[in-house]
Nanobody, 112 residues
Framework: QVELVESGGGLVQPGGSLRLSCTASESIFRLGVMYWYRQVAGKERELVATVWRDGTTAYSDSVKGRFTVSRDNSKNTIWLQMNTLKTEDTAVYYC??????WGQGTQVTVSS
């Protein structure tokens, strides 16, 4: 099974920015579509961004216009650039590919 390792989370003030990274142990080109999810304790995991093999992207309404997902197939890495962060963006963020397991995630806390 592919290992997915997220990083880049932290504590940031409202209005700030963070850039999350996710590196896979195998080819993300082979994996195909990649996703960023987030989860708040006690709630279901929420899909926030999708990036297809060719770089086409899609976003949930809650992050559209503020978050940007990208990928570099040669580096087996995807990123999530998060701007104009809000307190409601606080969550553990995970990357994923269809049929693969979950990594440990990276905590994002937006607070003043």
């Amino acid at each position: 099974q592919v290992e997915l390792v997220e990083s880049g989370g932290g504590l940031v003030q409202p209005g700030g920015s963070l850039r999350l990274s996710c590196t896979a142990s195998e080819s993300i080109f082979r994996l195909g579509v990649m996703y960023w999810y987030r989860q708040v304790a006690g709630k279901e995991r929420e899909l926030v961004a999708t990036v297809w093999r060719d770089g086409t992207t899609a976003y949930s309404d809650s992050v559209k216009g503020r978050f940007t997902v990208s990928r570099d197939n040669s580096k087996n890495t995807i990123w999530l650039q998060m701007n104009t962060l809000k307190t409601e963006d606080t969550a553990v963020y995970y990357c994923n590919a269809a049929g693969e397991g979950w990594g440990q995630g990276t905590q994002v806390t937006v607070s003043s």
